[in-house]
C-alpha cells in the first residue's frame, strides 16, 4: 500500500487547511485510516482516524470541533479538514492504514505516507 499525502502549507491562525491522502490499495475501503502529526522535537502524536466504512471517527482532544475526518472509497482517499488553526497545530503530518483495527497508537498502523508539512503562523 502506498499513501500520498498532500496539501500542507503556511496558514496564520485561525485559517483552515485540508489535506489530502491517496492510496494505491485496490483495498482501500478495507482499511482504517488515521492522521497523526508530528512536531519538531516531539514524538508522532495520534490526531483522528476514521473506520473502514466512514461511519466512525474519533479524535485527539486538542482537535475535536476543529478537525474532521472523512474518506471516499471510491477514490481511495481519505481527507483532514482542518479549521480553526493555531501555532500549536504546527507539525508534519502523516496518514496511515490499518488492516488491523487501527486506533491512537502509531504501533497499531501498518502502512505510511510521507508526510505534509502544516505550519500556522501567530
Known amino acids: 500500500v502506498q499513501l500520498q499525502a498532500s496539501g500542507g502549507g503556511l496558514v496564520q491562525a485561525g485559517g483552515s487547511l485540508r489535506l489530502s491522502c491517496a492510496a494505491s490499495?485496490?483495498?482501500?475501503?478495507?482499511?482504517?485510516m488515521g492522521w497523526f502529526r508530528q512536531a519538531p522535537g516531539k514524538e508522532r502524536e495520534f490526531v483522528a482516524a476514521?473506520?473502514?466504512?466512514?461511519?466512525?471517527?474519533y479524535y485527539e482532544d486538542s482537535v475535536k470541533g476543529r478537525f474532521n475526518i472523512s474518506r471516499d472509497n471510491t477514490r481511495s482517499t481519505v481527507y483532514l479538514q482542518m479549521n480553526r488553526l493555531k501555532p500549536e497545530d504546527t507539525a508534519v503530518y502523516f496518514c496511515?492504514?490499518?488492516?488491523?483495527?487501527?486506533?491512537?497508537?502509531?504501533?497499531?498502523?501498518?502502512?505510511w505516507g510521507q508526510g505534509t508539512e502544516v505550519t500556522v503562523s501567530s
Open positions: 476514521v473506520t473502514y466504512n466512514g461511519g466512525t471517527s
Open positions: 496511515a492504514a490499518s488492516f488491523s483495527g487501527g486506533g491512537r497508537r502509531p504501533s497499531e498502523y501498518d502502512f
Open positions: 490499495a485496490r483495498m482501500f475501503s478495507s482499511y482504517e
